[in-house]
């Protein structure tokens, strides 16, 4: 039997999480005190402890130690005793404290060391859960003031599937810090409000709508086709062309009219967003390119004094470590891009915001961009060398949505997809389905409208979370509605029938739970309990990487043990372990819902 292979650590250079809660760490405790007995020269060696994965159908044990043959290449030769891996393993064990975590330990294979543990003790574990609450097994971070930069549209521009993903990741990775006990979460939008498709925007809304008044979102109706429209002119007729590029000058000077204008375009966008922002249930707070505009000269020259600016071709450059080409700060005719407003918000956000910790969530496209941003901060020395101290910045990259062609997703008439369409989309066909159902009589119209957004913004959120962020997705409304397979459907139905079987018994669960005992004897009842208990662990893992899917991997797999192993074969109501088990439900119900609380999706509680 092999080790458990971990995660691929991504970019992401790790973070340590203090994370008592977790059975691996608390076995990793165990085997420290044993490893320091077992081989006191060895001071260096550190607990390498993992949960056991099954093979062929069978697991060894619960967890398994892997110290003993790396243990082995570094002392074979010296006169120490040991004959082997194997009789290092044996001294490990005989070495390890005594713990009421441990039911019997083993050495197999070439040496390494199984361990099963007490279902007493996970029985106790998840009692104590159950009368604490879950958010005593959180993490902590050990940082107080972090941002993520998500979602971050631009305005004018399409809103597309890429700023859905990096909402969705985003919205996530907030709610995974917040439960991390990260004292203060900054939920940045990031929205592009500047630039010179302004000048274009602002000569077109004057001709279309001479009298400012008669502007508003209805008569501008779709931004989209409003820029298009205003492009057909800058490209077409030189006399708007010159127009426009005067407008961004005002606009850039403070001219009330501009501003007024631009203003106006903006609100026009915001609305736009935050359809969709309201129907995901998302909240962020904006601060967009504009806001860092009158900063950018201050950070440019404070640069230039550290000596990092080069003038190329005209342009202001900064070179930095492994990357050929420079990051362009300021362009050839003077003017501001993406390069300086990111160099005075990452600027502003380490010196005014105090953050200590920056995850910008955007397409894997940019991630040069944010390499050389960062790059060039630590060059300055206004981030630290070690990517790994504080402060830190991150750049969660994600991969491309594709459509069922295998390009870029794209719906049938228009070369792009509005977001808040998509989502009604699955509201709606959720809604067909759910009034398909016999029991459909049974629900009021409240009923039916709040579970169908429930379960079609669910789908489309799990579909997307589930995938590990890097790979491209293909987005498929049939295979995340589906109500069978790893979907949002198939999870909060698996919830809605525990909650269902809990209310069926007829007990008050808060009664249960004050004097109830958890007794796992069943195989099924254990194996769940386990699941359940490795909750924090697996949690840590996908803060730890920043991989929202680790956290979908987890709560399938407890739904699965939950319906086709516990509840298959351990009657629950009416049986003489009912007490036991309806705290599993209970249990497996709470830890359920943290999973869907952590990923967005709001939980649904009837059949
Ligand atoms: N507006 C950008 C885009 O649509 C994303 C901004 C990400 N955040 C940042 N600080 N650059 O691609």
């Given amino acids: 039997q092999s080790p458990v292979t971990k995660t691929q650590s991504t970019s992401t250079a790790a973070i340590e999480i203090d994370n008592p809660a977790s059975v691996r760490k608390q076995l990793a405790n165990l085997f420290d005190v044993s490893l320091r007995a077992t081989v006191p020269d060895e001071p260096d060696a550190v607990p390498l402890v993992d949960a056991c994965a099954v093979k062929g159908g069978?697991?060894?044990?619960?967890?398994?130690?892997?110290?003993?043959?790396?243990?082995?290449?570094?002392?074979?030769?010296?006169?120490?005793?040991?004959?082997?891996?194997?009789?290092?393993?044996?001294?490990?064990?005989?070495?390890?404290?005594?713990?009421?975590?441990?039911?019997?330990?083993?050495?197999?294979?070439?040496?390494?060391?199984?361990?099963?543990?007490s279902k007493k003790w996970i029985a106790q574990s998840l009692q104590r859960m159950l009368a604490d609450g879950i958010d005593k097994w959180a993490p902590r971070l050990p940082v107080k003031r972090a941002m993520v930069d998500f979602s971050s549209p631009n305005i004018a521009k399409e809103m597309h599937v890429g700023h859905l993903r990096s909402t969705i990741?985003?919205?996530?990775?907030?709610?995974?810090?917040?439960?991390?006990?990260?004292?203060?979460?900054?939920?940045?939008?990031?929205?592009?409000?500047?630039?010179?498709?302004?000048?274009?925007?602002?000569?077109?809304?004057?001709?279309?709508?001479?009298?400012?008044e008669d502007v508003s979102e209805a008569a501008i109706g779709d931004l989209q086709t409003f820029y298009k429209a205003s492009k057909v002119r800058f490209d077409s007729d030189p006399e708007f062309k010159l127009r426009a590029q005067q407008a961004v000058i005002q606009l850039?000077?403070?001219?009330?009219?501009?501003?007024?204008?631009?203003?106006?375009?903006?609100?026009?966008?915001?609305?736009?967003?935050?359809?969709?922002?309201?129907?995901?249930?998302?909240?962020?707070?904006?601060?967009?390119?504009?806001?860092?505009?009158?900063?950018?000269?201050?950070?440019?020259?404070?640069?230039?004094?550290?000596?990092?600016?080069?003038?190329?071709?005209?342009?202001?450059?900064?070179?930095?470590?492994?990357?050929?080409i420079p990051l362009i700060a300021v362009k050839r005719d003077g003017g501001y891009n993406y390069f300086s407003t990111d160099l005075a918000s990452l600027w502003y956000r380490l010196n005014e915001e105090k953050l200590e910790w920056i995850v910008y969530v955007t397409d894997i496209g940019q991630q040069q961009h944010f390499d050389m941003l960062f790059k060039a901060f630590r060059r300055a020395g206004w981030l630290p060398r070690d990517e790994t101290a504080f402060p830190k910045c991150t750049h969660i990259g994600f991969g491309l949505v594709l459509g069922e062609d295998g390009k870029r997703f794209r719906s049938r008439s228009s070369e792009v997809v509005r977001l808040v369409d998509l989502l009604d989309e699955a509201k709606r066909r959720c809604k067909t389905a759910i009034l398909e159902r016999d029991t459909a009589k049974d629900w009021s119209e409240e009923e039916i409208e709040k579970t169908s957004e429930a379960i079609g913004y669910g789908a489309v959120k799990y579909a997307d979370l589930k995938i590990n962020r890097l790979t491209n997705y293909t987005f498929n409304f049939d295979q995340m509605l589906n109500d069978k397979g790893n979907t949002a459907v198939y999870l909060l139905y698996?919830?809605?029938?525990?909650?269902?079987?809990?209310?069926?018994?007829?007990?008050?669960?808060?009664?249960?739970?004050?004097?109830?005992?958890?007794?796992?004897d069943h195989e099924d009842e254990r194996a769940l309990g386990l699941h359940l208990l490795q909750f924090p662990e697996v949690f840590e893992e996908a803060c730890t990487n920043l991989l929202p899917n680790l956290l979908c991997e987890y709560l399938y797999n407890l739904a699965e043990i939950f319906t086709k192993k516990f509840y298959s074969n351990c009657q629950v109501v009416g049986s003489p372990e009912e007490t036991s088990r309806l705290l599993l439900c209970e249990a497996t119900a709470i830890v359920m819902r943290k999973c869907f609380f952590l990923l967005g999706i709001v939980p649904v509680y009837k059949l």
């Avoid at 390119?289 to 202001?316: M, T």
């Avoid at 018994?505 to 009664?511: A, M, N, V, Y």
Wanted: proline share 4%.
């Fill in 169 to 212: 990741i985003g919205d996530t990775l907030a709610r995974m810090l917040e439960f991390s006990r990260v004292e203060c979460i900054i939920r940045r939008n990031h929205v592009g409000d500047w630039g010179t498709q302004f000048g274009m925007l602002i000569a077109y809304l004057f001709e279309m709508f001479p009298n400012p």
């Fill in 58 to 117: 069978v697991k060894f044990g619960d967890y398994q130690c892997n110290n003993a043959m790396g243990i082995w290449s570094k002392i074979k030769g010296k006169q120490t005793g040991f004959r082997g891996p194997p009789a290092i393993g044996q001294a490990i064990i005989n070495n390890l404290p005594p713990s009421e975590m441990i039911d019997s330990c083993s050495v197999a294979g070439p040496g390494f060391v199984n361990v099963v543990l």
């Fill in 494 to 520: 698996a919830h809605a029938r525990i909650c269902s079987i809990i209310r069926k018994s007829g007990k008050d669960i808060e009664e249960v739970k004050r004097n109830g005992k958890i007794v796992l």
């Fill in 252 to 324: 850039q000077s403070g001219e009330a009219k501009y501003r007024q204008a631009w203003q106006q375009i903006c609100d026009v966008s915001r609305a736009e967003f935050d359809r969709v922002y309201q129907r995901l249930g998302v909240r962020l707070e904006e601060m967009g390119e504009s806001f860092y505009n009158p900063y950018i000269p201050g950070v440019l020259e404070k640069l230039d004094n550290l000596g990092l600016i080069e003038d190329s071709d005209g342009a202001r450059v900064i070179f930095v470590e492994g990357v050929n």
